[in-house]
């Protein structure tokens, strides 16, 4: 019954895991940001790091220590990009 959901739960078990590594990361002095470069690297990844076919890579998360502040962005207001329903 709920088989269908499974990929959509997987989607957003992967974000709030992204969310958590990132947030991790930045209180250890860390900066980090998310990537997706895909399909255009998956044949590439996965055969320089040996990951089985059945896999699907959903983005990449490189890290380091920051060496600038990041550039300042502007973004549109939230309530332009967000709806709140009661």
């Known amino acids: 019954m709920y088989s ?35 399909p255009v690297i998956d044949d590439s990844v996965k055969a320089a790091w040996n990951i089985p076919d059945n896999w699907k890579l959903i983005a990449q998360m490189p890290f380091g220590k920051p060496v600038a ?7 549109q207001p939230v309530a332009g990009r967000v709806k709140l329903f009661k």
Not at 15 to 32: D, H
Not at 69 to 75: A, D, G, I, N, R
């Open 4 to 38: 269908d959901n499974f990929p959509v739960w997987s989607n957003q078990s992967s974000g709030m895991l992204q969310y958590a590594i990132w947030s991790a990361l930045e209180l250890e002095g860390w900066g980090a940001s998310l990537q997706h470069y895909n």
């Open 69 to 75: 502040e990041p550039v300042s962005k502007e973004f």
